[in-house]
């Protein structure tokens, strides 16, 4: 099967859409994916339009140890500004109002055409959260990824020794004074969809026809506050008979973090595979699995913090020193 995306509903998704009896047949959404980082986040309003502005301290004030009939200096701590942008991912959908009106059930035939869109847009904002950066991509705002970028960075690092076929586990304490995701001011949080009724749509010729056009805009940026609550555990290798991974390891980055219930671990599907085989080992000490957060299925969980599956984290990251 090829990577070709069509832009617009074909009059065969028509057909594939109704079942014998002419009513709407149930869609199997194939490309949907687990990617519990988007819904996990913590959403607040940026303090500038199109970016977030964070004082973040640099140092701390000592004090002196003062001798009798002797006086101290003055000290204050030191700050640094940091700004984080926010961009904007938006996509549209236009169908041909013939092969909407053939349904059944238009109404019903556009919220699944926007659902497979919705689906769409949360792998990328996912994709994003990542591995996005306003450095080399400035429509695009900076993910984990490239904060963490070497063993180097900062103590919250953490290398597995692997060389090919690598892959991360991502650590994020959520919170509005850690780290959130933001959204411009004066504007409204998460995804937003926009029925812009019928209009003129074109074709790959230019040439005209009327269509149902809805449009979608989600306007986000990460903002870290406190570096202390991001971390990662790289180079791993996540397949094959032995893997890299190393309990102790992660055990090390927790400690060197500000942990806390907004905690959570993001492991790729091959990464949270190797950990649900340990969870079954008799002689585990680190992983458990109880009754999920808000209510839902079971929660894999290691020393108490909830391990949670993205699908977008890759298992083809390069090493990095």
């Given at each position: ?11 065969v998704?028509v ?10 047949a ?7 994916q ?7 986040a ?10 977030n ?61 926007a ?31 490239p ?17 090919t076929?690598l ?25 937003q ?30 903002v ?7 971390g ?45 085989i ?44």
């Amino acid at each position: 099967m090829g990577d070709v995306t069509d832009s617009r509903m074909s009059l065969v998704e028509v057909v594939k859409r109704h079942d014998p009896n002419g009513n709407l047949a149930t869609i199997a959404e194939v490309l949907t994916q687990n990617n519990d980082i988007v819904t996990d986040a913590v959403w607040k309003e940026g303090n500038d339009i199109f970016s977030n502005k964070t004082v973040r301290r640099s140092s701390l004030p000592s004090g002196t140890w003062r001798k009798l009939n002797r006086g101290v200096a003055p000290q204050s701590s030191d700050t640094v500004e940091l700004i984080d942008t926010i961009g904007i991912l938006e996509n549209r959908a236009e169908n041909d109002v013939e092969i909407i009106n053939a349904f059944s059930n238009p109404q019903q035939a556009r919220m699944d055409e926007a659902s497979s869109i919705i689906e769409g847009l949360s792998q990328e904002m996912a994709a994003t959260m990542l591995y996005g950066n306003a450095a080399t991509a400035p429509e695009e705002f900076t993910g984990l990824a490239p904060r963490m970028d070497g063993l180097a960075a900062g103590e919250n690092v953490i290398g597995g020794g692997g060389s090919t076929t690598l892959t991360s586990i991502y650590i994020v304490t959520w919170g509005v004074n850690s780290v959130f995701m933001a959204y411009p001011r004066n504007t409204t949080g998460g995804l937003q969809h926009e029925d812009l009724g019928i209009q003129d749509a074109l074709d790959d010729s230019n040439n005209k026809f009327r269509a149902y056009v809805d449009r979608f805009v989600w306007r986000a940026g990460m903002v870290v506050k406190n570096t202390r609550c991001i971390g990662r555990y790289a180079n791993l290798e996540p397949t094959g008979t032995t893997t890299t991974f190393d309990e102790d390891e992660l055990i090390r980055l927790l400690n060197r973090m500000v942990i806390n219930e907004g905690s959570r671990i993001y492991a790729s599907i091959n990464m949270m595979t190797q950990m649900q085989i340990r969870l079954k080992d008799k002689t585990n000490v680190y992983f458990t699995r109880d009754q999920g957060l808000d209510g839902g299925g079971p929660v894999l969980r290691f020393q108490g913090v909830p391990v949670r599956k993205v699908e977008q984290i890759l298992d083809t990251e390069t090493v990095i020193a």
